[in-house]
């Protein structure tokens, strides 16, 4: 028994790596920062804002800037709440073709509590073409993203 748990902590601290692997090698990072370093629990707030370099924490890998002391503690406290959708990739190109498309951080959708970003350059805004098919875009993407992060 005194051998087991030693083994199962190793076992462990192996498994939490290579999810943290996937995660860093899979999200949309611009210099090591997702979102393009704005404040992921400012959507919720009502407007995107960029994070300040000091204000910054790193979850399971992946690091976001945040705009104020309080938005540091919501995120810390429920990050799974704060974190984008499909690794802050393009929520439309993850449902239409499963492909990684970078976002514009201010085009973005909360559906159900969870942050979804897009694709708005040269006059092509995917938010649209979301909102005309997003039961069936969101049922696909889910699925791309499965198969992408496992």
């Known amino acids: 028994m005194k051998l087991l748990i030693p083994i199962l902590i190793l076992v462990s601290g192996v498994v939490q790596a290579q999810e943290i692997s996937i995660r860093t090698r899979h999200f949309n990072l611009q210099k090591q920062i997702a979102i393009g370093g704005y404040d992921p629990v400012s959507y919720f ?46 929520a439309y190109a993850m449902g239409a073709s499963g492909e990684k498309v970078k976002v514009d951080p201010e085009t973005y959708k909360i559906v159900n509590g969870k942050l979804y970003l ?31 992060v496992q």
């Open 45 to 90: 707030e009502g407007k995107p804002v960029e994070g300040n370099e000091n204000l910054r924490v790193t979850h399971e890998g992946i690091t976001y800037l945040f705009a104020t002391v309080s938005n540091v503690s919501k995120f810390k406290a429920a990050p799974q709440k704060y974190e984008p959708a499909y690794g802050g990739w393009c």
């Open 118 to 148: 897009f694709y708005n350059f040269w006059g092509n805004n995917t938010l649209e073409d979301w909102n005309e098919n997003e039961q069936p875009l969101k049922a696909k993407a889910d699925q791309n993203w499965k198969k992408i």
